[in-house]
């Protein structure tokens, strides 16, 4: 991959599908663990794997490319009994999107050790010895190249540019989980609500008038109790369009913790370079070494930008999916408010 590719969601989704699902019995006899099988599209394959063995894959990722943007791992917690239900899908869900983003990494897709991960019954992985630039070898720079300060440049132009796109896709993400809450607890709301229309539609009743009235409330009790059982479609977090925002988040997190890691190390091997010899063999390979920083984080940029903008693009998908549940919850409120109008008009006759 060069920093001239244009790296698009389909040539990323093509690469492969990760898929991540608990395996049913939980081990240990107190301190519970759980296990997950992993499925890889590409490989054909299905292996059974500990969330310690994600960490030691991300370790080894960590240290062979220290200037590509690998995410953090779900956090770990050690409970008796071993987790909520909640807890473990959420955390199988990250494990999940954070296996997805390594297996279709341009460059991370084609590790050996990935490749080990994902088909062998044992993980076992060796720390690194060199990392990436390393093994890459060394170049001679061309005069075709850009400068070092136009990538500078570039890099801080990107930087900028992707914290501003993770900062509004992060209050997006925010304000469709505060509107699905908000759909639910009205869903438990009218499931209560038909309950309470129940009990008063079992109420005696002899005079007339209070036969209509209770025929009218348990009518509308039906309604209610329909709808609060029913299921109304909700924002698709696992494989549809709130997939793709969650990845892009992921992606769009690392890469701002690349940049940070990268100006850090960036000032300090621009001093060591500067108080080096000229042309001594150390500062040649401080520039280079700078060079090919710049280079990969440019590259990374451009994955994140192409998991934001199909982010970006499938945003009307959940507009119309929150659109459509509070829709028939305005038209229940509707209906109910038709069923105990009508009584009473008829009523007051």
């Given at each position: 991959m060069t920093n001239l590719d244009i790296i698009t969601f389909?040539?990323?989704?093509?690469?492969?599908?990760?898929?991540?699902?608990?395996?049913?019995?939980?081990?240990?006899l107190i301190l519970k663990h759980c296990e997950y099988y992993v499925s890889s599209r590409r490989h054909g394959t299905t292996v059974t794997r500990r969330y310690n063995e994600f960490v030691?894959?991300?370790d080894v990722f960590c240290a062979k490319y220290p200037y590509r943007a690998v995410c953090r791992l779900p956090p770990k917690r050690v409970v008796v009994g071993g987790g909520s239900p909640v807890f473990l899908q959420r955390r199988r869900a990250a494990l999940q999107r954070w296996l997805t983003l390594v297996a279709r990494h341009p460059v991370l897709a084609h590790d050996a050790d990935l490749r080990t991960f994902l088909c062998e019954s044992s993980s076992r992985?060796?720390?690194?010895?060199?990392?990436?630039?390393?093994?890459?070898?060394?170049?001679?720079?061309?005069?075709?190249?850009?400068?070092?300060?136009?990538?500078?440049?570039?890099?801080?132009?990107?930087?900028?540019?992707?914290?501003?796109v993770q900062l509004g896709l992060n209050r997006l993400y925010k304000i469709?989980?505060?509107?699905?809450?908000?759909?639910?607890?009205?869903?438990?709301?009218?499931?209560?609500?038909?309950?309470?229309?129940?009990?008063?539609?079992?109420?005696?009743?002899?005079?007339p008038a209070w036969l209509a009235v209770r025929h009218a409330i348990k009518t509308a009790a039906d309604l209610a109790t329909t709808m609060g059982e029913s299921s109304i479609e909700e924002v698709d977090y696992e494989y549809g369009a709130g997939a793709k925002i969650l990845l892009a988040l992921d992606a769009l997190g690392a890469y701002r913790e690349l940049c940070g890691r990268?100006?850090?190390?960036?000032?300090?091997?621009?001093?060591?370079?500067?108080?080096?010899?000229?042309?001594?063999?150390?500062?040649?390979?401080?520039?280079?070494?700078?060079?090919f920083a710049l280079t990969c984080c440019l590259e990374e940029s451009r994955v994140a930008r192409a998991y934001a903008?199909?982010?970006?693009?499938?945003?009307?998908?959940?507009?119309?999916?929150?659109?459509?549940?509070?829709?028939?919850?305005?038209?229940?409120?509707?209906?109910?408010?038709?069923?105990?109008?009508?009584?009473?008009?008829?009523?007051?006759?």
């Open positions: 389909e040539d990323l989704e093509a690469t492969d599908v990760i898929s991540v699902e608990l395996v049913p019995e939980r081990k240990g030691q894959l991300c992985l060796d720390k690194p010895k060199h990392d990436e630039f390393v093994l890459a070898g060394t170049q001679d720079e061309s005069p075709a190249q850009i400068s070092i300060d136009e990538m500078q440049a570039a890099f801080v132009s990107e930087q900028e540019q992707l914290r501003l469709f989980e505060r509107v699905g809450g908000r759909c639910e607890a009205e869903r438990a709301d009218i499931r209560e609500l038909g309950a309470a229309l129940s009990a008063l539609a079992t109420a005696p009743a002899e005079p990268l100006t850090r190390g960036l000032h300090g091997e621009r001093a060591a370079a500067a108080a080096a010899q000229a042309h001594s063999a150390a500062a040649t390979l401080l520039r280079k070494r700078h060079r903008l199909a982010a970006l693009e499938c945003l009307q998908e959940p507009l119309r999916t929150h659109g459509v549940a509070h829709s028939r919850i305005a038209t229940l409120w509707a209906d109910l408010h038709s069923a105990l109008t009508y009584t009473h008009t008829n009523k007051t006759k």
